[in-house]
């Protein structure tokens, strides 16, 4: 079982870019959940979605993130345009029934 | 309202003694699950734990127990015989329905040799 894997696992990008954060959750997971992590704010649920369906997006701070998952083996976070603000640690994770499994996490860094 | 607090931002311990790290939560559910997780200094989330609000007994793994106080509605992680790999954040959090996680803001847990 390779785990929950996230791609890219560092991301430098210019204000105003475009980025797209890739997630894989692990196949029979049901659920895959998008959080962010800064030392302001700790742990925030970005956005969670079950058998592909997104469920409760109340976390996404702004319409400039979106997230899809266009099947059971794949999800992605975009952020356009992005700002500085955006510059965290994005956690990828996803369960089955009780237990989340984390990926590494994509440490995005806007300048 | 804060549905986990974590009150102790940073511990010490002397290696080999245990600690204790502190959780409260608060539910209006019947059925949640709580959970304790490690992230080292790499970035990680690790899982350590999980007790279920319908265990009777206190969840163990290892050199980790979970003591559990519905009553007071409290989650505390017993770390035993620290070890210097122990120093990490760690973090409390609790599911309820629809598998929605809540996470504390941490604590820095530092080991001394």
Redesign the interface.
Same mark, same amino acid.
């Given at each position: 079982d390779a785990g929950v894997i996230q791609s890219p696992r560092h991301e430098v990008t210019e204000m105003g870019q475009e980025v797209t954060l890739r997630c894989k959750p692990i196949s029979g997971h049901n659920s895959l959940f998008w959080y962010r992590q800064t030392m302001m704010r700790g742990l925030e649920l970005l956005i969670y979605f079950n058998n592909n369906v997104p469920i409760d997006d109340s976390g996404m701070p702004e319409d400039r993130f979106s997230a899809k998952m266009p099947n059971a083996s794949f999800s992605t976070l975009k952020i356009q345009p992005s700002e500085p603000r955006d510059s965290a640690v994005y956690f990828c994770a996803s369960s089955e029934t009780d237990f989340y499994t984390f990926g590494s996490g994509t440490r995005l860094t806007v300048v | 309202a804060q549905k986990i607090t974590q009150t102790q931002p940073g511990m010490f311990v002397q290696e080999k003694e245990a600690v204790t790290l502190d959780c409260t939560y608060d539910t209006s559910d019947q059925s949640y %699950?709580l959970?304790w997780?490690k992230q080292p200094s790499s %970035?990680?989330?690790i899982?350590l734990i999980?007790q %279920?609000s319908y265990d009777e007994q206190n969840a163990t793994e290892g050199r980790y127990s979970l003591n559990f106080q519905k009553a007071r509605k409290s989650a505390n992680l017993v770390i035993s015989a620290s070890q210097l790999g122990d120093s990490a954040m760690y973090?409390c959090?609790m599911?309820e329905n629809?598998?929605?996680?809540?996470?504390?803001? %941490?604590t820095k847990l530092n080991v001394k040799p």
């Amino acid at each position: 079982d390779a785990g929950v894997i996230q791609s890219p696992r560092h991301e430098v990008t210019e204000m105003g870019q475009e980025v797209t954060l890739r997630c894989k959750p692990i196949s029979g997971h049901n659920s895959l959940f998008w959080y962010r992590q800064t030392m302001m704010r700790g742990l925030e649920l970005l956005i969670y979605f079950n058998n592909n369906v997104p469920i409760d997006d109340s976390g996404m701070p702004e319409d400039r993130f979106s997230a899809k998952m266009p099947n059971a083996s794949f999800s992605t976070l975009k952020i356009q345009p992005s700002e500085p603000r955006d510059s965290a640690v994005y956690f990828c994770a996803s369960s089955e029934t009780d237990f989340y499994t984390f990926g590494s996490g994509t440490r995005l860094t806007v300048v | 309202a804060q549905k986990i607090t974590q009150t102790q931002p940073g511990m010490f311990v002397q290696e080999k003694e245990a600690v204790t790290l502190d959780c409260t939560y608060d539910t209006s559910d019947q059925s949640y %699950g709580l959970f304790w997780y490690k992230q080292p200094s790499s %970035g990680e989330m690790i899982f350590l734990i999980y007790q %279920g609000s319908y265990d009777e007994q206190n969840a163990t793994e290892g050199r980790y127990s979970l003591n559990f106080q519905k009553a007071r509605k409290s989650a505390n992680l017993v770390i035993s015989a620290s070890q210097l790999g122990d120093s990490a954040m760690y973090f409390c959090a609790m599911r309820e329905n629809f598998n929605k996680f809540y996470f504390g803001s %941490g604590t820095k847990l530092n080991v001394k040799p």
